[in-house]
């Protein structure tokens, strides 16, 4: 299978910044798109962008203009800077991948989670 693993949550002052990265690893063929979601408590989880491998990104309303999602497709990595972060920014965020790998039958595909990484941003 295909594990991720996310870095760079932690605790903001409204206005702040932090970076989020997701690294993949595994038998991965190839990773068609790389994103990253948030959930809330109370809240459904809900998109936050999302990126192509040709690097077509897409961003939800809420963090357009604020939030810049990128990816390094040699280190099968995500990243997602987030800028003047707000207090609504709170959240728990989960990195997601979905594409290709070897597994002992052949190819099979792949969508991914990683553990969640905590982002809080205090007023």
């Known amino acids: 299978q295909v594990q991720l693993v996310e870095s760079g949550g932690g605790l903001v002052q409204a206005g702040g910044s932090l970076r989020l990265s997701c690294a993949a690893s595994g038998s991965i063929i190839s990773i068609n798109t790389m994103g990253w979601f948030r959930q809330a408590p109370g809240n459904e989880r809900e998109l936050v962008a999302v990126i192509t491998s040709s690097g077509t990104a897409n961003y939800a309303d809420s963090v357009t203009g604020r939030f810049t999602i990128s990816r390094d497709n040699a280190k099968n990595t995500v990243y997602l800077q987030m800028n003047n972060l707000k207090p609504e920014d709170t959240a728990v965020y989960y990195c997601?991948?979905?594409?290709?790998?070897?597994?002992?039958?052949?190819?099979?595909?792949?969508?991914?989670w990683g553990q969640g990484t905590q982002v809080t941003v205090s007023s």
């Open positions: 997601n991948a979905r594409g290709s790998f070897y597994r002992h039958t052949g190819y099979a595909p792949f969508d991914s």
